[in-house]
């Protein structure tokens, strides 16, 4: 098999695997929060396409906007499954890119496959508002990659870049990822994508500027934020969704990542990047951490969140892959029975229980009557008024 064709081959898998298992999104297709709430919403009353910068919660969202200004002329009945359908073609365009033969980091077929197996409560999957947490591990992979040489792959990068920088925050955490590449090579191609990293991150800033802190924050607690860490990114994804007490799972928030410093540092050598992929998720989990405040938490809820160590597990699974390829073959079989703990540990948990129905088709037919109509969306409990499509 060719590389090319296992690129395939995987790609087709991770969105087939991603289909089944929210298979749900795809047979009953339903808005999820923001995707009903603001995308929709306003596309439907200000027309999608002047909307494409609008920011909100502090950031733009470039995507889940272009979509909706797509969806203003899809078939109303048809929209919501338009935006489960986009965002699965967008969750197989990062699975290919991170199967990239020029990212330096070995395992990219692993990172890919991960998108689709990794434990989670699957609010990622097959919602625009949530695309972001797919779409940065592509911005952070590229900060690893070798130059682009052919003119199509580098427009093809730039692209990659515009879209994923401009859809969620990512890459103001990704800045001294490209600021380093570019010092270290010193070649026009990696500072020409540290400028338009730059310049992305610029865009971002007069909403990140306006955003207003909450003013009743509480106190920090950063023993208990590692805590939650320790239990949110490796015992759920190891072991299950369980809570092994304060002390274990501070132990492991407090041990696990200093020791795979560590070992990428001892291995360098054959695992360029890993080291840039480690920071990438601890700066994820500092930034989202700084924004949600998951000390706050208690340790026996593990599933309202998923989506803030969404980034962390991949960017584990992927180094834990890149270990075993580069490993002699007593050491090979240890990573990837490590590798494989997470599938058994949340077999019970791989397909994602079916929303309850929202009666989208009773909501859109009084739209369409131009009806104004209170719009259940998900999860349950959450709405949002529509005022009814005015007659052409």
Known sequence: MTVLQRRLLVTLAVVALVALRKSDSLLNPQ?????????????????GWGLLFRPYEGYLHLLPRLIAALGVSVPLLHIPAFYAWSALAITGWIAWWLQSPRIALPGGWIAALALALIPHNGEIYLTTCNLQWVTALGLFALTITDDAIAPSARLGEVALLIFTALTG??????LPLFAWRAWSRRSVWSYLLLVLALACTAAHAPAILAWAIPSDTPVWAPLHHAAIIGSRTFTTLFIGHHSLGELPSLTLALVVPPFLAWLLWTRRAVLPGGLALLLAALLVLAGTGYKVRPDTWTLSELINGDRYF?????ILAWLLGACALTSEPRFRRLYFIVLLLPLAANARRFFIPPSPDQNWRASCALIARGEPVWLPILPEGMGVFHPGRRPH
């Open 31 to 47: 808005f999820w929060a923001e995707d009903g709430a603001l995308f929709f919403v306003e596309a439907e009353r200000y027309g």
């Open 169 to 174: 925050p990512f890459v103001i955490l990704a």
């Open 310 to 314: 969404f980034i962390p597990k991949i």
